[in-house]
């Protein structure tokens, strides 16, 4: 005999597939919620990692900033060094040449000039000085031009001031430093060695040249006779007889 299942299935079923869906949306909704909870976690996990990166590049930064203002540091106190080694090798350099020009000072100034002031800044030097004439200024200018040490002068100024009876012309000169083309070191040494070897190697063929006359004295002076008792006693008796 067939059975006939006369109750509301189908009302059941529809109840129980929206269970099911409300269950699947639940779960959803809370799979949902776990994510969003996992993503934020991982998310402030790697803001909290840039941050701490940021902090650490910062505190690089600021190191290699102190760093860089040591270096700019380092560098001025190169610079000046440097700036102190160039001038104390000029000094080294030019260390004689002020006692050249003194000495050129004095040995192209005429009689008829006096020099009452002098000044050297690099390269260059102002005379100040007085003079009996405009001639005497102008020998001195020509005196100058032909040193080894000083080059080409220009009359600054020149005028009779009548303060003296003797060199009444003040005159006022500009000259251009130089160097002479042997002189590398400025100081001279080479001449000055030089010249003690020169003069030894003179003395000696003298001293050789006064030296032979010397040995044919030495050697002809024997050669002279010398009268004895014995040979000047048959002399005079022979003489006698």
Do not use: C
């Amino acid at each position: 005999m067939a059975h006939i299942n006369l109750l509301p299935w189908r009302t059941e079923r529809r109840k129980q597939r929206e269970r099911e869906f409300f269950m699947q949306l639940g779960a959803a909704a809370v799979a949902a919620v776990l994510v969003v909870l996992v993503w934020y976690g991982w998310m402030d996990g790697r803001i909290s990692s840039q941050n701490d990166r940021n902090t650490y590049l910062q505190g690089e930064i600021k190191q290699l900033d102190e760093r860089i203002t040591k270096i700019k540091d380092l560098e001025k106190v190169r610079e000046s060094l440097l700036a102190r080694k160039q001038i104390i090798e000029q000094l080294q350099a030019n260390r004689s040449q002020m006692v050249h020009l003194f000495d050129e000072l004095v040995k192209t100034i005429p009689a008829s000039a006096r020099l009452n002031g002098l000044k050297q800044t690099g390269d260059s030097m102002t005379l100040d000085g007085v003079a009996q004439s405009n001639a005497s200024v102008a020998e001195y200018m020509r005196n100058i031009e032909s040193s080894q040490w000083m080059g080409h002068a220009d009359l600054r100024k020149t005028e009779n001031t009548h303060g003296d009876s003797r060199l009444p012309y003040a005159f006022g000169l500009d000259v251009a430093l130089s160097r002479p083309k042997g002189d590398d070191n400025g100081d001279g040494s080479s001449e000055g060695h030089a010249a003690p070897a020169s003069a030894s190697s003179t003395a000696q063929p003298a001293a050789a040249h006064d030296a032979q006359p010397a040995k044919a004295a030495t050697v002809a002076a024997p050669a002279k006779p010398i009268a004895t008792p014995a040979t000047a006693a048959p002399a005079a008796n022979g003489g006698a007889k």
